[in-house]
């Protein structure tokens, strides 16, 4: 039986190749795998003595040749491919252990490996007979297997053919990322790219998707991760699927309102609570006071570390999650106490390059909404301008309402969220839903609207609610009569000229 190994990651080869060579196997090799094998005393043939020919133009070219992939992709009981490998010379070769240049490490031409995937899919095409191993962590189940059975079973090698095909999707899925990110033929900032080629590797099984009768797991990119992958569960029972997508839009809407001590509150997606504060345990308690029905069962995220004084006002309300960069351990201890709560401790969240939703034979795909807050470039559209405060409070309202589910209205005021109609198919109903909730809190407030009014009623809600300053994007063609509803009131209206609808 014979083996060729050639791996860049060189993790666990020594111990796998001594493991061959003890059940008999003869190895071939080639550059630093040979070397690293050779210098342990195994003994191993490099690939260019047993091919005959030198390694050429750079090491680009070592392991193509036919007495190689003839060697694998040969057909053991097709009589005319034996016949061929008499008269060509070619022995067989049983396994091949191969992984690649790290390209998505390290992203350049000279990274583009091509011996190794084309080794790896003639293993893997050829599975039937030949294993390929492209995942050092599977090196002990082959051995295990050759030990006690002197042969890898037909379903050991689908798997492991299964996983090779993966690895060079995923790889050559790196490489055309990379062409289109370094794509010069265009001035575009947000084109799309002709294709996507996307390769997700399934990482956390869930209890069941949004409803019990549906099956749901987390995948992350191939050779990539995310926040998740790095976050620690300190406490509580696991994830479901609704608990991983809320803390999801928590945490994202969290780390978007700036740099400030900020707490938010997200129910079914849509934030409940949401309030900026010099003290993050008041900026808490204010987040809690928008909405505290909905609040209830809700996932709080909070962007500073939590202290005691922050655990003991979440302890007063059934928190499904929390998340944050850290906690102190009296506040680890005092939230421990609640057996079903679930503390999470994250680093911030990436800004991913495109949102993709599903459809019937395919994606939308778009470029990810970004909130642009330079007030510079927006217009003030009435005879009253803002005030310094109304200004604070118009930014804090416009960027929540970026991460409200359309149509909504926010109502805000010191930094805190005080009302929030999201969801609604007209925009009266969200308006008149966020004064509902704000409770006359919103005196002296701002209002923000993630589109345009297209009549005045929408406006009618934020006036009643006692609010003094409105921003949204403009647009409708009932424009002028919105800023003479709004001159009447006295109100200080802004348009930004960029709306942020959110299905």
């Not at 010099?278 to 709080?300: L, M």
């Not at 939230?335 to 401790?345: A, D, G, Q, S, W």
């Not at 929030?420 to 701002?446: C, F, L, S, V």
């Not at 009549?455 to 800023?483: H, K, M, W």
């Amino acid at each position: 039986m014979k083996a060729l190994l050639s791996v860049f990651d060189k993790i666990g080869i020594e111990e796998f190749a001594t493991g061959l060579h003890n059940l008999g196997w003869e190895l071939l090799s080639s550059g630093g795998t040979a070397k690293q094998i050779a210098e342990a005393g195994i003994p191993v043939t490099d690939v260019a003595d047993y091919t005959g020919s030198p390694i050429m133009l750079g090491h680009r070219v070592v392991t193509l040749h036919p007495k190689v992939h003839g060697g694998i992709l040969a057909d053991r009981e097709n009589e005319e491919h034996q016949q061929d490998l008499i008269d060509n010379e070619i022995e067989t070769i049983d396994l091949v252990v191969c992984n690649l240049y790290p390209f998505q490490a390290e992203p350049s031409i000279e990274n583009i490996d091509i011996g190794g995937p084309t080794m790896v899919r003639a293993a893997a095409k050829n599975h039937q007979y030949v294993g390929v191993i492209v995942d050092p962590a599977d090196y002990d189940v082959v051995l295990v297997e050759l030990t006690n059975a002197g042969s890898l079973s037909s379903g050991t090698k689908q798997m492991l053919a299964r996983k090779a095909f993966a690895h060079t999707a995923g790889y050559d899925a790196a490489i055309v990322s990379w062409m289109d990110d370094t794509d010069q033929s265009s001035d575009a900032e947000d084109q799309l790219p002709d294709s996507l080629h996307l390769t997700l590797d399934r990482v956390h099984d869930l209890r069941y998707g949004e409803n019990p009768h549906q099956t749901g797991a987390r995948y992350k990119f191939t050779n990539s991760s995310g926040w998740w992958d790095e976050a620690t569960k300190l406490h509580g029972k696991e994830m479901s699927y609704l608990n991983l997508f809320d803390t999801e839009a928590a945490w994202r809407l969290v780390h978007s309102m700036g740099d400030e001590p900020t707490v938010a509150i997200i129910k079914h997606a849509n934030p409940c609570g949401l309030a900026t504060h010099d003290d993050i345990t008041e900026a808490y308690v204010r987040a809690n006071a928008c909405d505290p029905i909905s609040a209830f069962g809700g996932i709080v995220a909070v962007n500073r570390e939590v202290p005691l004084s922050l655990a003991e006002a979440l302890s007063e309300v059934f928190t499904e999650v929390i998340v944050a960069p850290s906690f102190d351990e009296a506040a680890i201890t005092k939230l421990t106490e609640k057996k079903n709560i679930r503390i999470i401790e994250a680093n911030p969240p990436g800004s991913p390059l495109f949102d993709m939703r599903s459809i019937d034979g395919g994606f939308l795909v778009q470029t990810s909404d970004r909130i642009q807050l330079d007030q510079n470039q927006w217009e003030i559209v009435t005879k009253r301008e803002p005030t310094n405060e109304e200004w604070i409070d118009l930014k804090f309202a416009w960027r929540a309402a970026a991460r409200v589910s359309s149509n909504c209205i926010v109502l805000a005021k010191d930094r805190q969220a005080l009302g929030i109609g999201a969801g609604q198919q007209n925009r009266r109903d969200a308006g008149e839903i966020a004064a509902q909730k704000a409770e006359g809190r919103a005196e002296g407030g701002a209002c923000a609207s993630d589109a345009f009014f297209p009549f005045t009623d929408g406006l009618d809600a934020a006036i009643n609610a006692g609010c003094t300053a409105v921003i949204q994007p403009g647009g409708s063609i009932r424009d002028q009569e919105v800023i003479e509803a709004a001159n009447n009131a006295g109100l200080a209206m802004v348009f930004t000229g960029e709306r942020h609808f959110k299905h």
